[in-house]
């Protein structure tokens, strides 16, 4: 035996929209649970990232969530925050499907066995896999740049991340980082939330606003950049990130407002606020860095598969290093959609590999 507590075909990392599309399309291959696949999760219930998402952040506002395999979401009510309504989705998502997601199982390390076989660790259990699916997502790896004076400031720092909402910044200045749809959301929001709170917008590229909504021909060639970049083995940019900003309603209003004026990204940080490279200066009593995530892949780390350049060098779902490893809503498939269609990719290249799971038809 491999000395491992649990013996699987498969290992799922993650129950987001990748881990259970990917899971889904297992159980249609007809891997069983438990012997076949298993899905660990660290989240406390079911809705991938997005249960931690702020509550202002409603369904109606999203660029738009993509149903998971064979099981619509059918609320349509856009009030309504979008954690709460994934959050049900996924739940009802995973009893439909009787999908073995085991929670919460926090994975630390995936490293290589003797023989066959890739381990993974939690603090208390290895599972033995022949494959591993990685769907961990970004959310757990927060980025925050690191600028001088950072450690002097005697605000607020917060990221995306921790966000509560808009509420209780009333008669602060925050400083917000970033040049994403979250940035120009959480800014959006707070000034019309919080006055007499007041905001300060910093991007390091001026940011680009397109006129009229989101459209395919946007994500894809959004997709296409990202796809350049790991098929290079460089670190993805977010796929979100490069599709630019929409004009919505609020969007336009906070702009005529004058609340989304930018100014280039300062050079240092003080206790009291920011300072620029010209000498000018803005008092702030919160810094939020709206400054994106990166892949969560630090229990990756014994595979030792990152190139100098930092990211994993992919063909497809593939890691190009250690082929029992897939990645999936990594880079370019990292929006719902990707992360679905990901799924089915990663389970169809598992079963031309796996040739001697008896019980497959
Ligand atoms: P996640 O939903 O992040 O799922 C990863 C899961 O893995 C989580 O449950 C996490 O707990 C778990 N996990 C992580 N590490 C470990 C570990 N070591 N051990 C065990 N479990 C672990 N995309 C869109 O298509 N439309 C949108 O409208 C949209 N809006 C977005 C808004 C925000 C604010 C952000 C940050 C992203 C948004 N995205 C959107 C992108 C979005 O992240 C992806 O579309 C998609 O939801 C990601 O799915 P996922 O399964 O890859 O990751």
Redesign the pocket.
């Known amino acids: 035996g491999t000395g491992a507590d649990h013996e699987t075909d498969v290992v799922v990392?993650?129950?987001?929209?990748?881990?259970l599309s990917a899971a889904h399309f297992l159980r249609r291959a007809g891997f069983a649970n438990g012997s076949g696949f298993v899905v660990?999760?660290?989240?406390k219930r079911a809705g991938?990232?997005?249960q931690y998402?702020w509550p202002t952040?409603r369904l109606g506002r999203?660029?738009?969530?993509?149903d998971l395999p064979g099981l619509e979401l059918e609320e349509r009510d856009g009030e309504r925050p979008a954690s709460e309504v994934v959050s049900e989705y996924f739940d009802r998502y995973e009893r439909a499907f009787d999908l073995p997601v085991r929670r919460p199982?926090?994975?630390l390390a995936v490293r290589y066995g003797e023989g066959e076989r890739l381990l993974v660790d939690s603090a208390t259990e290895t599972w033995a896999a022949r494959a591993v699916i990685n769907?961990?997502?970004?959310?757990?790896r927060p980025f925050w740049p690191y600028y001088p004076g950072q450690e002097t400031f005697a605000g607020r720092q917060l990221h995306?991340a921790d966000y509560p909402g808009p509420t209780g910044f009333e008669g602060e200045h925050v400083v917000v980082v970033g040049g994403g749809t979250?940035a120009v959301q959480l800014l959006t929001e707070i000034a019309e939330a919080g006055r007499p709170a007041s905001t300060t917008w910093v991007t390091r590229r001026p940011p680009v606003f397109h006129e009229g909504s989101f459209t395919p021909e946007h994500g894809r060639a959004a997709v296409a950049r990202v796809e350049r970049a790991v098929s290079a083995g460089r670190p993805p940019g977010s796929v979100?990130s490069v599709t630019g900003l929409t004009l919505t309603p609020e969007v336009e209003r906070a702009r005529a407002a004058g609340v989304l004026e930018r100014r280039p990204m300062f050079e240092r940080i003080t206790p009291h606020g920011v300072a620029w490279a010209d000498g000018s200066t803005q008092r702030a009593d919160v810094i939020l860095w709206a400054t994106g995530?990166r892949a969560?892949v630090d229990?990756l780390a014994p595979l030792h598969i990152r190139e100098p350049g930092g990211g994993i060098r992919m063909d497809g779902t593939r890691a190009v290093a250690e082929p029992r490893l897939h990645l999936v809503?990594y880079g370019p498939s990292?929006?719902?959609?990707g992360?679905t269609r990901a799924g089915r990719a990663a389970v169809r290249e598992i079963r031309n590999t796996i040739v001697d799971v008896q019980e497959l038809v």
């Open positions: 990392i993650g129950a987001g929209q990748a881990g660990l999760d660290h989240g991938g990232a997005w998402r952040l999203v660029h738009g969530i993509h199982v926090d994975v769907a961990t997502g970004t959310w757990d995306t979250s979100v995530f969560a229990h809503g990292a929006s719902t959609i992360a």
